[in-house]
Nanobody, 116 residues
Framework: QVQLVESGGGLVQPGDSLRLSCAASGRSFVIYTWAWYRQAPGKQRELVASMSLGSTPATYADSVKGRFSISRNSANTMSYLQMNSLKPEDTAVYYC?????????WGQGTQVTVSS
């Protein structure tokens, strides 16, 4: 069992930056894949970025490629989503997602609003 808590969301203006964090806690777990999803009002939840253990490179949605960057800490207990050059269409609830040897876990989400 893994508990995930996102933080770092807020209200920003177009062109600004935000860094989201995801903290994982639990007992006897190893996270093989970290991912960030987002869901805008009236739209389906979409994959924004993901990364896995090993040499596989990170993946990004076309809409955020070149602007967003996913990373993790060396202890493999935290994930970060650096968001630059934010646009109004980036407004959504952002969710942390992980895959372990047991299955998939989701965080509660953090709101990101980009508006002038």
């Amino acid at each position: 069992q893994v508990q995930l808590v996102e933080s770092g969301g807020g209200l920003v203006q177009p062109g600004d930056s935000l860094r989201l964090s995801c903290a994982a806690s639990g007992r006897s777990f190893v996270i093989y894949t970290w991912a960030w999803y987002r869901q805008a009002p009236g739209k389906q939840r979409e994959l924004v970025a993901s990364m896995s253990l090993g040499s596989t490179p990170a993946t990004y949605a076309d809409s955020v490629k070149g602007r967003f960057s996913i990373s993790r800490n060396s202890a493999n207990t935290m994930s970060y989503l650096q968001m630059n050059s934010l646009k109004p269409e980036d407004t959504a609830v952002y969710y942390c997602n992980v895959k372990t040897h047991i299955g998939v876990n989701w965080g509660q989400g953090t709101q990101v609003t980009v508006s002038s």
